[in-house]
């Protein structure tokens, strides 16, 4: 196993840059995802890792090793890629013990390594098919087994599971994480799917534009975003943002979101400033007509029997809350709801930065 070290890493195709002086260090062991829109650089620096890609500026450091100009399959890593890139002509053995058999293994070492990988994967049974036999979750199944059997000192992961269906995704996020308990090896994740991203890692990185954007626990980036972009870009539903005026003509500073105005507590921002809140589905409570802060009408509503999402129309725009499945709903119905003031986020309408509030 091995740490990684991202310094200052650059990438420019011709006068485009791609990425812009990445920083990050990967302790041994630890499980982080890049997450992303299309676009931002997560799968180009993955392949910069793994010698795909020619680094344009910066240092890259594996295990304490500048690898640089180091070839790929002397960099000690291994790639679960999007498209499974199994050798269709091979059985599926012969496709997980293709790396040990390209580094001089003898057949009958190999032999046990493939069975022992396979029990692991649970997929012993499969051994002798070929890959066009199999579904989209066992093919990818072999294609980590390929991966594991070289025992790397770091895995990476090209957006794995992107070509599965709903259900074999679960499965197979699952899995991945009861590979990793197990394995304990360090492991880049990419994809595009911030669910994944905060399932699986303990460290998320949020990338757009080829920069990093905020880096840290998921749990951290659910609830404590340091922009707009991160409150919206993870959670699903997205967070709820509005946009208000800072109010202090009377004894406590309010926002005022069209009719309805809520307490803000001491924002750093003056009096008339355009601010925007963010609240997150579940934090819109439940009210009776007497305390609600605000009275939307449903639109629609998704019973999903764990909770029921109620999207509503409030300030001339789309706002989700996640409510009790008890709770009856019907279509153009007026609803009470209350924010939760404790777990409101507060950001600058201009920068989109997070703006700080007293403890």
């Known amino acids: 196993m091995a740490d990684i ?28 995802a890049f997450v ?55 059985t599926n053995a012969e496709n997980i013990g293709f790396g040990l058999k390209m580094r001089g293994w003898r057949k ?7 069975k022992s990988t396979a029990k692991m994967l649970q997929i012993e049974q499969l051994l002798e098919r070929k890959p066009g036999q199999l579904s989209g979750g066992q093919r990818q199944r072999v294609a980590m087994g390929r991966a594991i059997i070289r025992e790397p000192s770091v895995f990476l992961f090209d957006e794995p599971l992107s070509n599965l ?39 998320v990185v949020v990338m757009r534009e080829g920069y990093i954007v905020q880096a840290g626990p998921p749990i951290e980036l659910y609830e ?49 400033t355009r601010v925007d809140v ?8 439940w009210s009776t007509q007497e305390s609600a802060k605000l009275s939307p009408v449903v639109e629609v509503f998704e019973p999903l029997g764990s909770d029921t999402m109620a999207i ?24 009470h709801l209350r924010f939760d003031t404790e777990n409101l986020h507060f950001f600058d309408s201009e920068t989109g930065q997070r703006l700080a509030t007293d403890p």
């Open 312 to 335: 509503c129309r409030f300030c001339d725009q789309d706002m989700t809350a996640r409510l009790e499945p008890s709770i009856q709903l019907r279509t153009n119905e007026m609803i």
């Open 36 to 90: 992303g829109p299309s676009g931002c650089g997560k799968s180009t620096i993955l392949r910069m890792i793994a010698g795909l890609e020619d680094i344009t500026g910066g240092t890259l450091r594996i295990g304490g090793r500048i690898v640089n100009e180091v070839e790929p399959r002397d960099r000690d890593v291994a790639m679960v890629f999007q498209d499974y890139a199994l050798y269709p002509h091979m």
């Open 278 to 285: 963010g609240i997150r589905p579940e934090h819109l409570l």
């Open 224 to 272: 404590k975003p340091n922009c707009r972009f991160v409150g919206e870009f993870i959670g699903s539903p997205q967070m709820n943002i509005f946009e208000g005026t800072v109010d202090r003509s009377g004894n406590t500073p309010q926002l005022l979101l069209g009719e309805d105005a809520i307490e803000i507590g001491e924002l750093p921002v003056a009096d008339g």
């Open 5 to 32: 070290q991202l310094e200052k890493i650059v990438k420019k195709y011709g006068a485009i840059s791609a990425v812009h002086g990445v920083d990050l260090q990967v302790k041994d062991g630890d499980f982080v």
């Open 108 to 114: 009958n070492d190999i032999a046990p390594r493939v």
């Open 165 to 203: 269906d709903a259900k074999l995704r679960v499965e197979m996020r699952t899995q991945i994480k009861r590979l990793h308990a197990m394995l304990g090896t360090t492991t880049i994740y990419v994809t595009h799917d911030q669910t994944e991203a905060m399932t699986l890692a303990d460290r």
